[in-house]
């Protein structure tokens, strides 16, 4: 058995979160294990309240999940408190893995903060460099970076430089640029890919940053190049919400 663990926060409305990454690291062959970071209150289309876990116990969770099982892969999503970010740096320092993907969630579609500011900078000098890839999208790269960001050549300018000294790659989300098409990269510190594909519009698209990054992850430590990994979680996402808007 392969087991996946997510370290984010609980979604009652199930589309996103902790229940959409177990969802489908389920599918995709993984057992799947979690650490709860935060209880959010939400519907499929805003965030109203979101409560932290204690950081103690949000500890305690991740290293009882990697002291008792062989975990392969982790994808991380909303922390939901500085002290959350430490409790997951300390974790993860006393249990290394090798293939942790970040989707730094930072603020819900509606604008509902799961971080404020004054964290951005433990983010990013205590957390990113055990991470192996983060996945953040337009709005997220522009907080991360203090920079507005107009379109993806801008971006992908910025990652070169955020990638040495962040030391992680970075998977530039596209969805959010004012673009007919979807034009997404991924850089790292040495090589820049870049992607493009068909946009599409769904009704029901919560929880899709969640799906891509949890899809990517489990990929990628199916022996998949990350290039390769990208391109099945892409797939992956395409087909998961075009099998559901008619059921939701």
Same mark, same amino acid.
């Given at each position: ?12 409305? !199930? !589309? ?233």
């Amino acid at each position: 058995m392969e087991y996946f663990l997510t370290i984010a926060a609980s979604d009652n409305s !199930g !589309g996103a979160g902790i229940q959409q990454d177990m969802r489908v690291a389920q599918s995709l062959g993984y057992w799947p294990l979690s650490a709860l970071t935060g209880i959010t209150v939400q519907n499929f289309n805003s965030v109203s309240r979101v409560e932290a876990i204690s950081p103690d116990l949000l500890q305690q969770q991740i290293e009882e999940c990697l002291k008792s099982f062989s975990v392969k892969a982790i994808k991380i999503g909303a922390i939901c408190s500085t002290d959350n970010i430490l409790a997951i740096v300390h974790s993860l320092q006393k249990h290394p893995v090798k293939h942790i993907i970040l989707d730094p969630v930072l603020a819900s579609t509606g604008g509902k903060g799961f971080l404020d500011s004054s964290a951005l900078n433990i983010l990013t000098e205590e957390l990113f460099p055990l991470i192996e890839l983060i996945t953040p999208n337009r709005p997220e790269f522009e907080l991360l970076t203090g920079q507005n960001i107009n379109d993806i050549d801008t971006a992908i300018d910025i990652a070169r430089d955020k990638c040495r000294k962040w030391n992680t790659s970075i998977l530039l989300k596209g969805g959010h640029y004012n673009c007919a098409t979807i034009k997404e990269a991924i850089v790292t510190n040495t090589e820049v890919f870049r992607f493009e594909r068909q946009r599409k519009k769904f009704q029901y698209q919560h929880g899709t940053g969640c799906t891509l990054s949890s899809a990517l992850a489990c990929y990628f430590c199916k022996g998949l190049s990350l290039t390769e990994a990208y391109i099945k979680a892409s797939e992956y996402l395409v087909d998961f919400y075009d099998s559901v808007q008619d059921e939701i």
